[in-house]
């Protein structure tokens, strides 16, 4: 995988999203949705380190690829987790457009969430997929995530 030279600055106009997200929900909660976006995206970098993140929260790796995974491991997670990856994978992948997101959908985020929690999770699923455009446009090397473990740089 070849680097191409992309230095933090090109980044920071995103970084006060990630600050406010932050405080704005709690890690555990944001990790499900990093976590898939960066697997559906296919970004290596970011997905190392979400990876990486998450076993920092006590994530143990089984629990990490069921939520990377999640349509294969359904019954393995509660209604309130299925809605949060369910939204993740419709504003990542936005199929059908302005319908991406079903009225539905959007219902059960804000029963589970609240509304302000809804957008919050919204703001963090696209903080990702900026993210990881970044990673996938400039070739980041996974190895470089500093502390990522051999299974945070597994494909």
């Not at 933090?8 to 006060?16: C, G, R, T």
């Not at 959007?106 to 999770?121: F, I, P, Q, V």
């Not at 996938?136 to 090397?141: G, K, L, S, T, V």
Request: aromatic share 10%.
């Amino acid at each position: 995988m070849t680097t191409r030279d992309l230095s933090p600055e090109y980044q920071a106009p995103f970084y006060p999203a990630v600050q406010y997200l932050e405080s704005a929900l709690e890690p555990e909660i944001a990790e499900y949705a990093f976590l898939r976006a960066s697997a559906l995206n296919g970004c290596r970098v970011c997905t190392a380190t979400h990876r990486r993140n998450s076993r920092g929260l006590g994530f143990p790796e089984v629990k990490i690829t069921a939520i990377e995974h999640w349509t294969e491991h359904r019954a393995e997670f509660e209604d309130k987790e299925i809605a949060l990856l369910e939204f993740t994978d419709a504003v990542t992948t936005l199929e059908g457009r302005e319908a991406a997101v079903p009225d539905e959908l959007w219902a059960r985020m804000e029963d589970h969430y609240g509304k302000d929690g809804t957008r919050n999770l919204l703001v963090a699923i696209i903080t990702i997929n900026v993210f990881n455009r970044f990673g996938i446009a400039a070739q980041m090397d996974p190895a470089k995530v500093e502390g990522a473990s051999e299974f945070d740089l597994a494909q």
